[in-house]
C-alpha cells in the first residue's frame, strides 16, 4: 500500500473567446475578443488514491478539455453552460467552470483534491485558482 502524497499535473493551452457587456461600451474586453488560456490541473492527494486509472482520468479529461471540438478550444465562454448567455466569463469563472467539469471525470473520492489554475497571459498577471468551492456568479 502506498503511503504519502503524490502529485500529478498538466498544463494545457487553449484558444477561446468571450465578451464582457458588464464592462463599459469604450471598454475593450466589452466586444468579443480571444485569448490563449493556461490551464493547470492539479492533483495532490493521499497516495493510495492516486492510482494508475486515477492518473489517466486526469490526462484524459486534460487532453479531452481542449482537442478540436472539445468544450473549449475556439468556443465562446459566455456559452460553456450551455444556456443563457453568461456575462461575467472572465479567467476566475473559467477556473471554477474547469473544476467543476474535470472533477466529472474523476473518482469522487479525488475530486475534493483538484486544483485549477487559468491564467490568461496577455491580461492575467497571476494565474486564478480554484479549488473546489462553488462557481462565482
Known amino acids: 500500500m502506498r503511503t504519502g502524497t503524490l502529485a500529478i499535473s498538466h498544463q494545457v493551452n487553449v484558444a477561446a473567446?468571450?465578451?464582457?457587456?458588464?464592462?463599459?461600451?469604450?471598454?475593450?474586453?466589452n466586444m468579443h475578443h480571444g485569448h490563449d488560456y493556461r490551464i493547470v490541473l492539479e492533483l495532490t492527494a493521499p497516495a493510495s488514491l492516486v492510482t494508475d486509472d486515477a492518473a489517466d482520468h486526469l490526462r484524459v479529461a486534460a487532453a479531452e478539455l481542449v482537442r478540436h471540438g472539445g468544450p473549449l478550444h475556439m468556443e465562446e465562454l459566455g456559452y460553456l453552460d450551455g444556456g443563457e448567455f453568461n456575462p461575467r466569463?472572465?479567467?476566475?469563472?473559467l477556473s471554477a467552470w474547469v473544476h467543476q467539469?474535470?472533477?466529472?471525470?474523476?473518482?469522487?473520492?479525488l475530486?475534493?483534491?483538484?486544483?485549477?489554475q487559468v491564467q490568461a497571459p496577455a491580461v492575467d498577471r497571476i494565474p486564478m485558482v480554484h479549488r473546489g468551492s462553488a462557481?462565482?456568479?
Open 17 to 29: 473567446y468571450h465578451s464582457l457587456p458588464i464592462l463599459p461600451t469604450w471598454h475593450p474586453c
Open 101 to 109: 467539469w474535470v472533477a466529472a471525470r474523476l473518482p469522487e473520492a
Open 135 to 137: 462557481i462565482p456568479v
Open 111 to 116: 475530486s475534493t483534491y483538484l486544483v485549477i
Open 89 to 93: 466569463a472572465d479567467s476566475q469563472w
